[in-house]
């Protein structure tokens, strides 16, 4: 993105998150640049999901300060924080559908919750879902699909508004080898289309897998606090 | 303005976000199409009792009887002279006294057909039409009591006035009814729109993760309500109505029950239930659906 080489997709400056009572991320310092890939990795119940919910506004940091496009994002308001995500591309852990809708809608719910005619793109919708391997899948509803294809429609729908940023939370968590491989081939294309990508998995083979095929750092949460790992990865 | 439009004319595909929900459909239906029932009733009993209410004023007002008692020898005289009282009484339209066919007829009803008025000493009644301006009953009495001794005024206000007063509550309680109709319509709407929305914290939470506004999410569950409301209150209008058609009709032997309905131009009220009724439920949705966006943050 010429022009805003400088500017941080998403920063964390002395963030700290506290909840009942116990401080469960402390001091966290990060920035994202623009077109940069990062793995965030750390034992389950160190936080990882935390740190993602902190970055896309679903929790609001105790300390510190989360800027997302140089935008603090507690002084978004509730309409703001819809805008800001649109331009992110949220793969939850669970996927998170609504059961009630085919797949083909869930992918496409983006672009109706910003008031997109659907029928101008429907050419994209297609592409999307073929390139995601869910062209046959359309019509089925989310309980129908198997873990591998959620994790996919989960992908396709993070990206369909062509976001600046995809934070993805396991992405491969409930797949198989050769599926989660396909999973990461399609967010390292994203990336080299100028996306930034983070990445949270406890899957250290996932991430040598990664850094064989892109520049990517890697980032670690031990004892609350926001590390960069070694080369033991 | 936006938000009207977008209600009105509606997005098919904005629509569909929210999944169809069984129980809160129902209840706002029913709710929605019983409520417009009893409005139907109470307004057409409103309605009843305000045409009641201003035909007895009107009628009653506008008429008086003087009562002359006076030995038989006297009686034509007296007659005579309240006739004269009365042709000079400004805001008397006109007088007249009742011949003995009509007084025998006032009677029928309580002593039968039969009975030999003619050899009771019954008194004269003259009947007195006021025009618009209306007399001065008070002046009036006074110079029928200096003239005409025998003769007493009756302008019907002793129990005119309780009558009219008594429609006229009538009235207002049907209004009051359609109040709390609308009231409690609205409260059961609100509960309903409430356990769809807490029953969908889930899908909120799914169009939050991906740039829905609160406005977008509010109005996928308003104008499902608001239709709901609309279709359920157009039902049980029709009900209502054809209730209300299956009164008897007016009749004079009837009295008030038989003129409980619509009459003319009144029946156009009843069209006006159900777009209210979606207005109510609109308004009542559309709290609801603030306060809980606004908690779920």
Same mark, same amino acid.
């Given at each position: 993105m010429p022009g805003n !080489?400088?500017? $941080?997709?998403i920063e964390l400056e002395q963030v700290a998150y506290s909840y009942g009572g116990g !401080?469960?991320?402390? @001091?966290l310092s990060i920035r994202l640049s623009p077109g940069s890939f990062h793995f965030l990795t750390g034992p389950s119940g160190s936080g990882k999901t935390t740190f993602l919910k902190l970055c896309y506004g679903e929790l609001q940091a105790t300390a510190g300060q989360v800027r997302a496009f140089e935008t @603090?994002? *507690? $002084? %978004?308001d509730r309409d703001q924080m819809a805008m800001m995500r649109r331009r992110m591309g949220i793969v939850h852990q669970d996927c998170r559908f609504l059961d009630h809708l085919p797949v083909a809608d869930n992918v496409a719910l983006p672009l109706t919750v910003s008031g997109r005619d659907l029928g101008q793109e429907n050419a994209n919708l297609a592409e999307l879902l073929s390139w995601v391997g869910l062209s046959d899948r359309a @019509? $089925? *509803?989310?309980? !129908? %699909?198997s873990g591998g294809e959620r994790q996919r429609a989960a992908l396709a729908r993070a990206v369909i508004m062509s976001p600046d940023v995809v934070l993805a939370d396991e992405p491969t968590g409930n797949v198989d080898w050769d599926m989660s491989q396909r999973l990461l081939q399609l967010l390292i294309e994203l990336n080299k289309m100028g996306k930034t990508v983070l990445i949270a998995t406890h899957d250290l083979a996932l991430i040598r897998a990664a850094k064989s095929q892109v520049q990517a750092r890697v980032l670690r949460i031990s004892n609350r606090r926001l590390q960069l790992a070694g080369a033991d990865l | 303005m936006n938000a009207i439009i977008n209600l009105i004319v509606g997005d098919a595909q904005a629509d569909r976000v929210v999944p169809p929900t069984g129980f809160t459909a129902r209840l706002t239906l029913f709710a929605s199409g019983a409520m417009a029932f009893l409005t139907v009733f109470a307004l057409a009993l409103s309605l009843a009792s305000g045409r009641l209410a201003h035909r007895w004023a009107e009628e009653l007002a506008r008429s008086a009887t003087i009562r002359i008692s006076a030995p038989a020898d006297q009686m034509a005289a007296q007659t005579e002279a309240a006739l004269t009282v009365l042709k000079q009484t400004p805001g008397v339209a006109s007088a007249r006294a009742l011949s003995a066919a009509e007084q025998a007829a006032l009677l029928a009803p309580w002593f039968? &057909?039969? #009975? &030999? #008025?003619?050899q009771l000493p019954m008194p004269q009644l003259v009947e007195v039409i006021e025009d618009s301006t209306g007399y001065d009953a008070q002046g009036l009495r006074l110079r029928l009591a200096a003239e005409v001794p025998g003769a007493t005024l009756d302008d019907h206000t002793r129990w005119r006035k309780p009558l009219v007063d008594a429609a006229r509550s009538l009235r207002r309680l049907g209004w009051i009814s359609i109040l709390l109709i609308g009231g409690a319509m609205a409260a059961m709407i609100t509960l309903a729109a409430q356990a769809a929305l807490a029953a969908n914290h889930q899908v909120i939470e799914v169009l939050r993760l991906v740039g829905a506004r609160d406005n977008y999410i509010a109005l996928a569950f308003v104008r499902r309500f608001t239709i709901r409301a609309f279709l359920g209150a157009t039902v049980g209008v029709v009900l209502g109505l054809a209730g209300v058609l299956l009164l008897p009709s007016a009749s004079d032997e009837g009295g008030f029950l038989t003129g409980l309905g619509f009459q003319g131009a009144t029946w156009l009220w009843p069209v006006l239930i159900p777009p209210l009724g979606a207005l109510v439920a609109l308004l009542a949705t559309g709290a609801a659906a603030r306060r809980t966006l606004r908690r779920l943050s």
């Amino acid at each position: 993105m010429p022009g805003n !080489e400088g500017l $941080a997709v998403i920063e964390l400056e002395q963030v700290a998150y506290s909840y009942g009572g116990g !401080e469960l991320l402390s @001091d966290l310092s990060i920035r994202l640049s623009p077109g940069s890939f990062h793995f965030l990795t750390g034992p389950s119940g160190s936080g990882k999901t935390t740190f993602l919910k902190l970055c896309y506004g679903e929790l609001q940091a105790t300390a510190g300060q989360v800027r997302a496009f140089e935008t @603090d994002m *507690r $002084a %978004l308001d509730r309409d703001q924080m819809a805008m800001m995500r649109r331009r992110m591309g949220i793969v939850h852990q669970d996927c998170r559908f609504l059961d009630h809708l085919p797949v083909a809608d869930n992918v496409a719910l983006p672009l109706t919750v910003s008031g997109r005619d659907l029928g101008q793109e429907n050419a994209n919708l297609a592409e999307l879902l073929s390139w995601v391997g869910l062209s046959d899948r359309a @019509d $089925a *509803r989310p309980p !129908e %699909l198997s873990g591998g294809e959620r994790q996919r429609a989960a992908l396709a729908r993070a990206v369909i508004m062509s976001p600046d940023v995809v934070l993805a939370d396991e992405p491969t968590g409930n797949v198989d080898w050769d599926m989660s491989q396909r999973l990461l081939q399609l967010l390292i294309e994203l990336n080299k289309m100028g996306k930034t990508v983070l990445i949270a998995t406890h899957d250290l083979a996932l991430i040598r897998a990664a850094k064989s095929q892109v520049q990517a750092r890697v980032l670690r949460i031990s004892n609350r606090r926001l590390q960069l790992a070694g080369a033991d990865l | 303005m936006n938000a009207i439009i977008n209600l009105i004319v509606g997005d098919a595909q904005a629509d569909r976000v929210v999944p169809p929900t069984g129980f809160t459909a129902r209840l706002t239906l029913f709710a929605s199409g019983a409520m417009a029932f009893l409005t139907v009733f109470a307004l057409a009993l409103s309605l009843a009792s305000g045409r009641l209410a201003h035909r007895w004023a009107e009628e009653l007002a506008r008429s008086a009887t003087i009562r002359i008692s006076a030995p038989a020898d006297q009686m034509a005289a007296q007659t005579e002279a309240a006739l004269t009282v009365l042709k000079q009484t400004p805001g008397v339209a006109s007088a007249r006294a009742l011949s003995a066919a009509e007084q025998a007829a006032l009677l029928a009803p309580w002593f039968g &057909p039969d #009975l &030999p #008025l003619d050899q009771l000493p019954m008194p004269q009644l003259v009947e007195v039409i006021e025009d618009s301006t209306g007399y001065d009953a008070q002046g009036l009495r006074l110079r029928l009591a200096a003239e005409v001794p025998g003769a007493t005024l009756d302008d019907h206000t002793r129990w005119r006035k309780p009558l009219v007063d008594a429609a006229r509550s009538l009235r207002r309680l049907g209004w009051i009814s359609i109040l709390l109709i609308g009231g409690a319509m609205a409260a059961m709407i609100t509960l309903a729109a409430q356990a769809a929305l807490a029953a969908n914290h889930q899908v909120i939470e799914v169009l939050r993760l991906v740039g829905a506004r609160d406005n977008y999410i509010a109005l996928a569950f308003v104008r499902r309500f608001t239709i709901r409301a609309f279709l359920g209150a157009t039902v049980g209008v029709v009900l209502g109505l054809a209730g209300v058609l299956l009164l008897p009709s007016a009749s004079d032997e009837g009295g008030f029950l038989t003129g409980l309905g619509f009459q003319g131009a009144t029946w156009l009220w009843p069209v006006l239930i159900p777009p209210l009724g979606a207005l109510v439920a609109l308004l009542a949705t559309g709290a609801a659906a603030r306060r809980t966006l606004r908690r779920l943050s």
